[in-house]
């Protein structure tokens, strides 16, 4: 389709702009068009590309373009991080209350996937954190819709919910007092799906929000949704107040461009994405690889790479530095680690710092893959428990093993790593309070035994 | 003016003013766009300066797709041009013309299943989510009220309740619904379908299958398989194919049609969803590309909401809305 002559097109402009060192409406302007093209295959709506683009445009004119590589990719690459930036955000977590159960409402139009995702989400809870959980059956509209959750429910091993074709009002009511009555941790309702402009159904959505008031209100959103999608989220959220989105097939091939409709208009955050069939295929939303995919364009996603590597050569000096002075969380340290990572390697990280000693690649290898076990096992933690890892008792730890499908072994080697690096930071700190150059006698690295 | 007013009437059937209405009711938001937005550029009929671009914010908002737009923008300029139009009620009427050819190919488009062989095999497919289920229960009311016999063939036995939907359809119906167990293999479903069919001597099977994405290569090589064990059993089976659509779909709907038209040819397509505030832009382009033509659209929940598919009516709907 369009898109082969899209990539050869980028590849033209790229080449004719080589050796600008500063952005300008000129030498933008005709990536820019491609970008814009690019969106609009993406079924990001036409008026958020036009704003969109705009504001980048504004953002980066006169702005510098790094060394060996010229504004075109300079501007790929500042779009594709407005994107991201855009996308991510840091209410995308559930916030669970701890001294009674979440109640979780999913809506959204038809067939967008709200009871297998209703289902993935109850299995998410029941296994990764550790929640008892109902599923209750608030569609009475769709034939078979109850069978349909009644046979998920007992695949996830979730509690189900019907009152058969009662008012879902009632439904969702009665279900909520049952969590709260039986100590479960969280409800999730599965509501029919509805057109947006369908005022009796929303009205009855309205009115179990009023009824229950669900902690989540979650909007799902099919990743190959059009133009279109826009109207609905933000009918969907000025009725109801949605606390986020779930994108929904996107392992399809369709670029989901909706998303950056959505976020960009309704500010609605994407928590969670549907990538399968299977009752397992649910994940934490990526904004990074949400911007790789609405840019479309792998050859392209390298270049900004490539581009990346060069900031981050200048970023990297002063992260060196950071990490040497300030406070230091599992955050920072997972911080660290996802730069790291996007490198590619450790050595590019640790030549910054100086004193360093050389290190072997076998070395190397055992510390990335050590790296890779962290980032798992610090995502399976909540926010409080990065910031504050001394909370990290033993009921905590058997349940992040479990999210993380790793040993407590496995746990109390971060915990042990992170007590590491924090006290050589500390060392570190002192050491060049008094004056010192470098790496104080005896300081070893972390992660590089 | 109406350049190829001519080959709209050749090629397009009136429709009764029932369909209109309910053509109206389903595009009443383009409706509202276009009319509104157009108008409101010009006051003496006169063609607005900004007329292109808004044109274009319109159609793409419509998700016709960008490559398509642009070759209509330009087309239509071009008509304009040599035609020296110069009022905007024209334009818009040459807007049609130019829409409508390049959707009709100057071909004999029909909606309509021909009841050429007994039984005729209709298999219906597309990704998860779109409404096959809920079409397939329409269309069997549709030929019912024809007067002819139907049977339901459930192939989707992937999905949880897929089976009992199905069913409970078949009940409200009073016909006939084959199915296998949950997880048994959809071919040999769609197999016992066609051997009872034909055993029953029905004029029309139905075979309905699991939502796919187009991406998973197994399940579409699936597809494939069910539609060679049907022929095997009625030659030249099935008869039609339909892929049905969710007219909320965007540029990825031309990528589905053409995965699904090299698994199993498709013969036609089904927009669902089309009474809610999507235009269904696509099919324009799925049309473009790959000549596909759309057979039916759903208007809505009940059984009764599936018409006749007419390009005339909807480009109205779409552009003018009168």
């Known amino acids: 389709m369009a898109f082969e002559s899209l990539t050869d097109k980028f590849k033209s402009i790229f080449k004719k702009l080589k050796g600008e060192s500063y952005l300008t409406e000129k030498n933008m302007d005709e990536m820019l068009k491609s970008i814009r093209l690019a969106l609009l295959d993406a079924d990001v709506n036409y008026k958020v590309v036009k704003e969109f683009v705009n504001s980048v445009k504004e953002k980066a004119v006169g702005q510098e373009v790094f060394k060996k590589v010229n504004p075109s990719q300079m501007i790929t690459k500042i779009v594709h991080d407005e994107i991201e930036k855009l996308l991510g955000s840091d209410d995308s977590e559930i916030k669970y209350p701890t001294s009674r159960p979440i109640v979780i409402m999913l809506c959204g139009l038809q067939g967008t996937g709200k009871t297998t995702t209703a289902g993935k989400l109850a299995k998410y809870l029941q296994e990764k954190?550790?929640?008892?959980?109902?599923?209750?059956?608030?569609?009475?509209?769709?034939?078979?819709?109850?069978?349909?959750?009644?046979?998920?429910?007992?695949?996830?091993?979730?509690?189900?919910?019907?009152?058969?074709?009662?008012?879902?009002?009632?439904?969702?009511?009665?279900?909520?007092?049952?969590?709260?009555?039986?100590?479960?941790d969280a409800v999730i309702l599965d509501t029919a799906g509805r057109l947006q402009i369908d005022e009796q159904l929303m009205e009855e959505l309205l009115n179990i929000k009023k009824e229950v008031t669900p902690d989540e209100i979650l909007l799902l959103?099919?990743?190959?949704?059009?133009?279109?999608?826009?109207?609905?989220?933000?009918?969907?959220?000025?009725?109801?107040?949605?606390?986020?989105?779930i994108m929904s097939k996107l392992d399809g091939d369709a670029r989901g461009g909706a998303s950056l409709s959505?976020?960009?208009?309704?500010?609605?955050?994407?928590?969670?994405?549907?990538?399968?069939?299977?009752?397992?295929?649910?994940?934490?939303?990526?904004?990074?690889?949400?911007?790789?995919?609405?840019?479309?364009?792998?050859?392209?996603?390298?270049?900004?790479?490539?581009?990346?590597?060069?900031?981050?050569?200048?970023?990297?000096?002063?992260?060196?530095?950071?990490?040497?002075?300030?406070?230091f969380t599992l955050d920072d340290m997972l911080a660290q680690m996802k730069k790291v990572k996007r490198l590619g390697s450790l050595?590019?990280?640790?030549?910054?710092?100086?004193?360093?000693?050389?290190?072997?690649?076998?070395?190397?290898?055992?510390?990335?893959?050590?790296?890779?076990?962290?980032?798992?096992?610090?995502?399976?933690?909540?926010?409080?428990?990065?910031?504050?890892?001394?909370?990290?008792?033993?009921?905590?730890?058997?349940?992040?093993?479990?999210?993380?499908?790793?040993?407590?072994?496995?746990?109390?080697?971060?915990?042990?790593?992170?007590?590491?690096?924090?006290?050589?930071?500390?060392?570190?700190?002192?050491?060049?309070k008094s004056g010192g150059k470098g790496l104080p006698p005896g300081f070893n690295f972390p992660g590089m035994k | 003016m109406g350049l190829f007013s001519f080959l709209k009437n050749k090629f397009s059937k009136k429709e009764s003013s029932n369909t209109i209405l309910t053509y109206d009711k389903g595009l009443k938001k383009?409706?509202?766009?276009?009319?509104?937005?157009?108008?409101?550029?010009?006051?003496?009929?006169?063609?607005?300066?900004?007329?292109?671009?808004k044109l274009e914010e319109i159609l793409l908002e419509a998700d016709i797709g960008v490559t398509l737009v642009t070759d209509i923008i330009n087309n239509l300029s071009k008509v304009i041009k040599e035609n020296k139009i110069r009022s905007l009620k024209d334009a818009n009427e040459a807007l049609i013309d130019v829409m409508f050819k390049d959707y009709s190919k100057e071909e004999q488009l029909?909606?309509?299943?021909?009841?050429?062989?007994?039984?005729?095999?209709?298999?219906?497919?597309?990704?998860?989510?779109?409404?096959?289920?809920?079409?397939?229960?329409?269309?069997?009311?549709?030929?019912?009220?024809?007067?002819?016999?139907?049977?339901?063939?459930?192939?989707?036995?992937?999905?949880?309740?897929?089976?009992?939907?199905?069913?409970?359809?078949?009940?409200?119906?009073?016909?006939?619904?084959?199915?296998?167990?949950?997880?048994?293999?959809?071919?040999?479903?769609?197999?016992?379908?066609?051997?009872?069919?034909?055993?029953?001597?029905?004029?029309?099977l139905i075979v309905d299958t699991a939502g796919r994405l187009q991406t998973k290569v197994n399940l579409m090589n699936e597809l494939a398989k069910i539609s060679r064990v049907i022929s095997k059993e009625i030659p030249n089976a099935p008869h039609e194919t339909f892929l049905v659509l969710d007219a909320t779909t965007g540029q990825n709907g031309v990528i589905q049609a053409k995965a699904f038209n090299e698994a199993t040819k498709i013969s036609g397509a089904v927009i669902t969803k089309m009474d809610g505030t999507s235009k269904g832009g696509i099919l324009l382009a799925i049309r473009h590309d790959l000549n596909?033509?759309?057979?039916?659209?759903?208007?809505?929940?009940?059984?009764?909401?599936?018409?006749?598919?007419?390009?005339?009516?909807?480009?109205?709907?779409?552009?003018?809305g009168e």
């Not at chain 1, 590019?348 to 962290?374: C, T």
């Not at chain 1, 905590?396 to 915990?415: E, F, M, P």
């Not at chain 2, 409706?31 to 671009?53: C, R, V, W």
């Open chain 2, 30 to 53: 383009a409706k509202k766009a276009f009319t509104d937005e157009i108008n409101s550029l010009s006051n003496d009929d006169s063609i607005p300066s900004n007329y292109f671009d």
């Open chain 1, 347 to 432: 050595s590019g990280i640790l030549k910054m710092i100086p004193g360093m000693p050389s290190i072997s690649d076998e070395q190397k290898e055992r510390a990335e893959q050590e790296m890779k076990n962290f980032e798992v096992i610090i995502n399976s933690m909540t926010k409080e428990e990065r910031q504050n890892p001394s909370i990290l008792k033993n009921s905590r730890k058997i349940r992040i093993a479990k999210g993380s499908g790793k040993t407590s072994y496995d746990i109390n080697k971060v915990i042990k790593k992170y007590e590491q690096m924090k006290e050589m930071t500390k060392k570190l700190k002192q050491y060049r």
């Open chain 2, 110 to 204: 029909l909606s309509d299943i021909k009841f050429d062989n007994k039984p005729t095999v209709l298999l219906v497919v597309g990704v998860n989510g779109v409404g096959k289920t809920t079409t397939i229960a329409k269309l069997a009311n549709r030929y019912l009220k024809q007067g002819k016999s139907v049977m339901l063939a459930a192939a989707d036995t992937f999905r949880a309740g897929a089976i009992e939907q199905l069913k409970e359809w078949g009940n409200r119906l009073h016909i006939d619904v084959i199915t296998g167990e949950a997880n048994s293999d959809p071919a040999s479903v769609a197999y016992k379908g066609a051997k009872l069919a034909r055993e029953k001597n029905i004029d029309l």
């Open chain 1, 221 to 245: 959103v099919d990743a190959a949704s059009g133009q279109d999608s826009i109207n609905v989220a933000l009918e969907f959220n000025n009725k109801l107040g949605l606390t986020g989105c």
């Open chain 1, 129 to 184: 954190l550790n929640k008892k959980t109902i599923l209750a059956a608030c569609d009475i509209y769709r034939p078979a819709a109850i069978d349909q959750l009644e046979q998920i429910a007992k695949q996830v091993n979730a509690t189900f919910f019907s009152l058969g074709k009662e008012n879902p009002v009632t439904i969702a009511k009665q279900a909520k007092e049952k969590a709260f009555n039986e100590h479960y």
């Open chain 2, 292 to 320: 596909i033509p759309v057979r039916f659209i759903g208007l809505g929940e009940g059984i009764d909401d599936l018409k006749e598919f007419d390009i005339n009516q909807y480009l109205h709907g779409l552009c003018i």
């Open chain 1, 262 to 327: 959505i976020r960009h208009l309704t500010n609605v955050p994407i928590k969670f994405a549907g990538v399968g069939e299977k009752l397992t295929d649910l994940d934490a939303f990526h904004p990074d690889r949400m911007a790789d995919r609405i840019l479309g364009m792998g050859d392209i996603v390298s270049l900004v790479e490539k581009v990346q590597d060069e900031i981050d050569e200048d970023e990297m000096k002063k992260e060196a530095d950071k990490m040497m002075t300030g406070e």
